[in-house]
């Protein structure tokens, strides 16, 4: 499951390595001298946890039918439109951040709205691309795996 997941995010052009990057970026006000290697590891950690893979395999998979065109209606409207109102992808992706408590809400929320490094990069609308889960499953991952750093 753990490199199912890795794969999937792979090829919706996500690297654990671009997440352990904004992870790094985070605590660089902490920790200036923490290494790509060690935001690495705690990524890992977050990746094999069975509700993070969860959450990942569901989103992917709905971004993925909704850039098929296989949903049915209205959701797959909402989902290439990447609806604000819908908020569903920020609820599943909550589901990842409470696993490390309130540290990982805020930080999930900061990140949602700074959107630096691979966020950018997933946010950039592409004609017949659908990453409406994607950009907050990231920004979790990313999250949590601060949290909890920031706990070690
Ligand atoms: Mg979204």
New binding site residues.
Partial sequence: MHDKITAMLRERGVTLESIARLVQDLQRPYNPQLSLEECLVHVEKVIKKREVQNAVLTGLTLDIYAEKGLLPEPLQSILIR?DPLYGV??VLALSITNIYGSIGFTTFGYLDKVKTGILENINVKREGTVN??L??LVAAIAAAAAARLAHH
């Fill in positions: 990447d992808d920020e409406t889960f950009d907050d």
